[in-house]
């Protein structure tokens, strides 16, 4: 007579050994548990491979906007610079003024 865990499939491992190997499953090749593992572990696997791809996906768009924005804040110092010298420019040109106009009050 067999009872539970007498390596009957399907069946749960004694109480003695749960604690080192759980319920047992049914595993033998073509069983219906086997079928639905397999099933459930390709799923598992495709979505992984989804989940990561998105995340390749958002890392590449990331790097772009962030060589964007390296390239915006590159044209903005080359304009402050730019407008940095036109000010002096002009600074020179009041100067210039101020010194040729006759000191009336």
């Given at each position: 007579?067999?009872?539970?865990?007498d390596g009957?499939?399907?069946?749960?491992?004694p109480?003695?050994q749960?604690?080192?190997?759980?319920?047992?499953?049914?595993?033998?090749?073509?069983?219906?548990?086997?079928?639905?593992?397999?099933r459930?572990?390709?799923?598992?696997?495709?979505?992984?491979?989804?989940?990561?791809?998105?995340?390749?996906?958002?890392?590449?768009?990331?790097?772009?906007?962030?060589?964007?924005?390296?390239?915006?804040?590159?044209?903005?110092?080359?304009?402050?610079?730019?407008?940095?010298r036109?000010l002096?420019?002009?600074?020179?040109?009041?100067?210039t003024?101020?010194?040729?106009?006759?000191?009336?009050?």
């Open positions: 007579a067999q009872g539970p865990g009957v499939p399907g069946t749960l491992t109480p003695s749960a604690h080192r190997v759980g319920p047992t499953l049914d595993t033998s090749p073509g069983t219906a548990a086997e079928e639905r593992l397999l459930q572990a390709a799923a598992a696997q495709a979505q992984a491979r989804a989940v990561s791809q998105r995340a390749v996906d958002r890392e590449k768009h990331l790097r772009t906007q962030l060589l964007d924005a390296g390239r915006a804040t590159d044209a903005a110092r080359a304009e402050v610079q730019r407008l940095s036109r002096e420019e002009l600074e020179a040109q009041v100067a003024a101020a010194g040729e106009a006759p000191n009336t009050p």
